[in-house]
């Protein structure tokens, strides 16, 4: 789960790390009153993407007139990002403190695949031209693993901050700052703790001029205060009707729906949907355990999406009965009006008794022995009503 900028920065103020002043707001009136408060000021779109301020949402005001102005302009505009081609609504902006500095760095803390435990990401090129710097300048990039076990020592900042070149008088403030990094990813089940910039102020402070701070999703039982700051506004609006029916989905932006139980299984079907010549419009997981009522769901929520031109169900039953998926897909198709190609592959448990549902539903249900023949019935079904 993400959060927005002014959403991470108080949760890095709550464990020490060091942000600048200022709020939200949702009205342009309200960035003029917050802005009397902090004289000059920078108004920044909230959006879950980086890249904003190449796309037109970080903006100086200098007086609160203008930040009245930029907000006015700003809220409810379509940002576009690399990250975001297609843009996303500015439905708030934060009215934070101007800060001069003389230095940028990047500072993060993520999961460590290799190691089995977290590690400190960092690069004395920081700000908007980090990624390339990862790409084009590797050596550039300073890596420090942590144990989950023993957790962050102090000399791991001091080494850190001595190989980004961090001032001496500064090295004490940089491991305690670290240190809060470490402890919030850990005690609020993190995926990303992300500082860019981590600025050296005028003034010879470190301040995080920029904050993002992504979740665990599967941890998130465990903390009701960070559900509390989900927007669903944010969200692709299948991904977040999925979430209320424990299904694992991703919208991708190909043509061939796929309905798959099981994670690997649906890597898979991914993958050889895109050997044959298209490309998956989701990733649709339902899991082990699915019920007739979750499979109905998972079936309207592809037929929802308007790009998609075919449908590939691609079950090996195991936990997960074929019967129980036949009864869903029949169920959903009945309901919403099937009226693109579904293309099924069922094998494993109870997979006579599944064909038998669909066989008898009526449905123009197009089978496939295998998972390769399901891929090509797929596309070429798609491809035939493609070109209707």
Known sequence: ??????????????????????SVAETPEEAREIAKTLGKCVIKAQIHSGGRGKGGGVKVANTPDEA????EKMLGMNLVTHQCPDGKIVHKVLVTDVCS?????????TGDNEHAGLVIVASAEGG?????????????????????????????GIEVARRLGIPAELRKDFGKLLAGMVKLYLEKDCSLVEINPLVETSEGKL???????????????RHPDVMELRDVLEEDPKEARAKEFDLNYVSLDGNIGCLVNGAGLAMATMDIIRKFGAKPANFLDVGGSATTERVTRAFELLLSDSRVEAIMVNIFGGIMKCDVIAEGIVAAAKTTGL?????????????DLGKKILDESGLAIIPASDMADAARKAVAAASEGGAK
């Open 207 to 221: 301040l995080a001029l920029d904050a993002k701070v992504n979740f665990d999703d599967n941890a998130l039982f």
């Open 339 to 351: 009226s693109i190609p579904l293309v099924v592959r069922l094998e494993g448990t109870n997979v």
């Open 68 to 71: 009245y102005e930029i907000a």
């Open 101 to 109: 500095y003389k230095k940028e760095y990047y500072l993060a803390v």
């Open 1 to 22: 789960m993400k959060i927005h900028e002014y959403q991470a920065k108080e949760l890095m103020g709550a464990y020490g790390i060091p942000v600048p002043g200022g």
């Open 128 to 156: 908007t031209e980090i990624e390339d710097t990862a790409k084009n300048h590797p050596e550039l990039i300073v890596r420090e693993p942590v144990s989950v076990y023993e957790g962050f020592h102090g000399y791991q």
